[in-house]
């Protein structure tokens, strides 16, 4: 096995992807941009892919550079967990909360509220994994006391509770012709179209599945297994990609991508808190189911 890439360098991959160019991603890591292209350019040769479409006006991540940047993410992210559980033992103590999200709602939703948590409840520590909708559901199952999910149906043997709502948007690259277009897309000619998608599983796919009951769908361009991805590849021309309004709300404000005016297609959903059927939440666990049903109130 090739030697595993430094995380310094994935997290500059990554903040390209976020934040629109090398440029600013050097600077957001503190280093001069030409050792930011180097550090680039290693990772490159490590994996064997181009990960950066280099050009006079900038650089921008390739097809490649968009996926290896979304498997990086979820690097990243197990590293920081790895780094709060080692926090965690070396202070005697585990986490008081352990609970699973979706990935829109972990994203987008989460993080408000467990700031508004830790500000009612400050010793609690809280453990969070992040997943599909049916992984969380899977998760919840077996005995984690909250999780979040996006689907259009409630998993058997889960109560629930609505915390938000939601709607998936078409989106596209600024010069795809759906950009332009001055006519609804209807839900045939969506389904018959291949998209960027999120994989089987998750919330965002299955909401879109069930809005195409009843019109043939082609089989998808790609399908990838987060926003990031998927946004990716949407910027880059690859396909129209359906994502959630939360997920797409930077770009469609930059312009990065276009939302098409979508006819006759139920896109719009509901995000649940759930917990197992008989098993009330306590503790932490109602504190934050309270703070997220405030929030819906609100």
Known sequence: MSELPDLGS???????DRLGSLGQAARAAGIAQPSASKRIALLERRLGLPLLER????????PQGVMVSAWAAQV?????????????????????LHIAASMTVAEYLLPRW?????????????????????????????GIELGFVEGPSVPPGLTSRVVATDRLVVVVAPGHPW???RTALLAAELAATPLVVRERGSGTRETLDLALTGHTAAAPRLELGSNAAVKGAAREGVAPAVLSGYAVEAELA??????????????????????????????????????TLSAARG
């Open 55 to 62: 050009t006079p006006r900038g650089s921008t991540l390739t």
């Open 179 to 181: 950009a332009h277009r």
């Open 254 to 291: 930059t312009g990065r991508l276009v939302e098409v005016t979508t006819g006759g297609i139920n896109l719009e959903r509901r995000l649940r808190a759930v917990w197992r059927r008989g098993r009330t939440p306590t503790g932490p666990a109602a504190t934050l189911l309270r703070i």
């Open 10 to 16: 994935l997290r500059l991959l990554v903040d390209v």
């Open 114 to 142: 467990l700031g508004e948590l830790q500000n009612r409840e400050p010793q609690v520590q809280v453990g969070l994994d992040v997943q599909n909708s049916a992984e969380v559901a899977r998760l919840v199952g077996g």
């Open 76 to 96: 990243l992210a197990a590293a920081e967990e790895l780094m709060r559980g080692a926090e965690a033992v070396r202070h005697g103590r585990a986490a008081h």
